[in-house]
Every structure is written in structure tokens, then in C-alpha cells.
């Protein structure tokens, strides 16, 4: 527990992507976006590499000088290609490149973190896709420490879909080959793929209470984490909605848990087209929820 006075870190949110009303305000270039964030008060953004790293040096080194400026903390998700658990070798070589252009993009961006997807088992059973996931990743990890990569922090995100590598399990499972491994915890996605839980408080302590115990207090402290009203089938992840939708997990209960714990991970909201508007209405319910906090003492 932090003293008083001391400045405790907060927790940082932000929007994945470029949000309607950025255009909507009359802005075209990825470069005006940490300006327009720090308007908002926010204080991350994730720059998205879904379909492929096609950002250059010169527009990644202005995107990450203003975000430097505004003091955005910037983090990449890589091309939804990546499948760590391929038998194909070509599909494996291009699953490396990947890894490391988003790297390299990062690099150049000055952004400290890359979010991907692990892949999927294919035919083969579970377990011998995470053998070959692990297996493919390790060598890939030799790669990045020797171009001096490696500060950059790599996130295994947990997925959506029953047929998806990615479950909490075998994120964390993932993030024991090295330390620069975080898990990206996204709750709208463990909401899809067990049809509807991540609604109570318990719930989201288990997932901190697990990291904790798996990785240790630094990883649950800082966990990487997406957050956005999904609608799913028995398969898992539909689509996303914003948080006008009924749809869950609900936001009110995961915040308390933030507020309550002190601790300080990177939020990032996927809403469709809101994602800016919905990290801030996480963003405020969290420092209200501080402030009644300090000032109950
Ligand atoms: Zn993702």
C-alpha cells in the first residue's frame, strides 16, 4: 500500500486504433493522435498492424515524437496473421517476420509493447499446438535478443474464440519462456469464450490472483489489458459493441477491482468506433473511485 503524498503510478487508458470522432473532428493522420488524446486526458493508444506492419520509419518516428510529447504510452498489436502453432514452415517463416517487423515498427515508434495472437491448433490437440507455439517462439526470441529487441515487451493475447489458441492458460503458460513476456488480458474476449462470465468482482480478482501466483506481482501489477462489450455464440467472439450496447462484460466491477488494488496496467478499449469516448468513461470511473479512497483516507 502506497503512503500519502507519495505519487502513486495510475493505470492508463486509452482507445485501440483511431476512433470515429477523431475523423469526425476533421483529422486524417495516426501523427495528430497523441494530441488529440491528450485533449481527452488520456494516456495510451495502440497502434493497430492488424493487416500487415505497413508503417515506415519517418510516419512511425512522428507518431511515437508526439506521443513522446504528450506522454502517450504507445503499444503495437501485430498482423492477425501470426500463428505460433503452424506445422506449415512457410506460414511459420512469415509468422517471424511478422513478430519482428512489429518489433521493428515499435523500435521506431518508441512504443514499449506488441500485442498478438498466438494462432490456432489446427487438427492437432491442444497441448501439442502450445509444445509447438513454445518451440517456434523460443527460437524467435533468440532472434529478437540478438537485433536488440528485446526490451521490447511481447504480449500473448487471450482470444475470443473456442477454436483459438489463447486462453488465460495458455497465455500465462506462454510468458514463462522470458521475461520480456507480459500476458495482454483481454476481458471481452474471456467473457465471449465462456459465454458470459467476467461480470462480478470475483471473477476479475481470480484472473489478477492467477497471474500473481503464475508470473508474479510485477506481470498482475502491470498487465497489458483490452477491454470492450462483446457478443458471442457458442463458438465465442461475434463482434464488438461500444458501451452503449447491452451487451457484457461490464466495465464497473473490473474498474473497482483496478481502484481497489492499486494497480497500474495499460487499458486499452476496442470498442467499435467509441473506443476513445468508453476508455474515458472507464478512465473517470477510476479516479473517482481513488478519490473516494484518499480522501476516506
Ligand atoms: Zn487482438
Not at 31 to 42: F, H, K, N, Q
Not at 146 to 160: H, V
Not at 229 to 253: L, V
Not at 262 to 274: D, F, M, N, V, W
Amino acid at each position: 500500500m502506497k503512503e500519502l503524498g507519495e505519487t502513486m503510478e495510475l493505470a492508463k487508458f486509452g482507445p485501440a486504433g483511431n476512433p470515429d470522432a477523431f475523423y469526425e473532428a476533421g483529422f486524417k493522420a495516426s501523427v495528430d493522435i497523441p494530441g488529440w488524446l491528450s485533449r481527452l486526458r488520456l494516456a495510451a493508444y495502440e497502434y493497430q498492424c492488424g493487416r500487415g506492419v505497413n508503417v515506415g520509419e519517418k510516419t512511425a518516428g512522428a507518431i511515437g515524437k508526439a506521443a513522446a510529447e504528450q506522454n502517450i504510452a504507445l503499444s503495437i498489436h501485430a498482423p492477425y496473421y501470426i500463428n505460433l502453432a503452424t506445422e506449415d514452415e512457410s506460414l511459420a517463416a512469415n509468422t517471424e517476420n511478422h513478430i519482428l517487423k512489429s518489433l521493428q515498427a515499435a523500435r521506431w515508434m518508441g512504443a514499449d509493447r506488441v500485442i498478438f495472437h498466438m494462432g490456432s491448433p489446427g487438427k492437432s490437440s491442444r497441448q501439442a499446438a502450445m509444445d509447438r507455439a513454445k518451440h517456434r517462439l523460443s527460437g524467435v526470441l533468440d532472434k529478437i535478443e540478438r537485433l536488440g529487441l528485446s526490451d521490447i515487451i511481447l504480449a500473448p493475447e487471450t482470444m475470443g474464440k473456442v477454436n483459438q489458441l489463447g486462453s488465460l492458460e495458455e497465455v500465462v503458460q506462454l510468458c514463462k519462456l522470458a521475461p520480456n513476456l507480459l500476458p495482454a488480458v483481454d476481458f471481452g474476449h474471456l467473457h465471449a469464450v465462456t459465454r458470459g462470465k467476467y461480470t462480478d468482482r470475483q471473477e476479475f480478482e481470480a484472473v489478477f490472483d492467477y497471474v500473481q501466483a503464475e508470473l508474479g506481482e510485477a506481470a498482475a501489477c502491470s498487465l497489458h489489458i483490452h477491454f470492450s462489450r462483446i457478443e458471442y455464440t457458442k463458438a465465442g467472439e461475434k463482434r464488438h459493441w461500444t458501451f452503449a450496447d447491452e451487451y457484457g462484460p461490464p466495465h464497473e466491477p473490473f474498474i473497482a477491482v483496478i481502484a481497489d488494488r492499486k494497480l497500474q496496467p495499460r487499458i486499452i478499449c476496442e470498442s467499435a468506433g467509441t473506443q476513445a469516448r468508453d476508455a474515458l468513461i472507464m478512465q473517470e470511473l477510476y479516479l473517482r473511485l481513488l478519490n473516494k479512497d484518499s480522501v476516506a483516507g
